[in-house]
Nanobody, 122 residues
Framework: QVQLVESGGGLVQAGGSLRLSCAASTRIFSINLMGWYRQVPGKERGFVAS????????YYADAVKGRFTISRDVAKNNVYLQMNSLKPEGTAVYCCTATRSAIMRKELVDYWGQGTQVTVSS
């Protein structure tokens, strides 16, 4: 069982930056993709970004392209999300995810973190 623990959330003004971290509790041998989703109360979780655990290929939601960067440190079992030029609509709980699938979709995620709150003030 893999546990994912996020950190780095907080309160930031619009235009500011935050860096989220996700630490996996064990070595990730069978995971193919890791990523981030975000959720606002009353709405479904939305995809933010994903990264190939072995190859490092990245994919982003249109809403964050050019502002967010996902990266990983395989030796530390960590995934990061650098968020720049944050907007108030980016306020959400950000959850780290891991999947054995070749596709990052909610229904295919094998592991979810508890999430970290990001609040962007206007």
């Amino acid at each position: 069982q893999v546990q994912l623990v996020e950190s780095g959330g907080g309160l930031v003004q619009a235009g500011g930056s935050l860096r989220l971290s996700c630490a996996a509790s064990t070595r990730i041998f069978s995971i193919n993709l890791m990523g981030w989703y975000r959720q606002v109360p009353g709405k479904e979780r939305g995809f933010v970004a994903s990264i190939g655990w072995r190859g490092g290929s990245t994919y982003y939601a249109d809403a964050v392209k050019g502002r967010f960067t996902i990266s990983r440190d395989v030796a530390k079992n960590n995934v990061y999300l650098q968020m720049n030029s944050l907007k108030p609509e980016g306020t959400a709980v950000y959850c780290c995810t891991a999947t054995r699938s070749a596709i990052m979709r909610k229904e295919l995620v094998d592991y979810w973190g508890q999430g970290t709150q990001v609040t962007v003030s206007s």
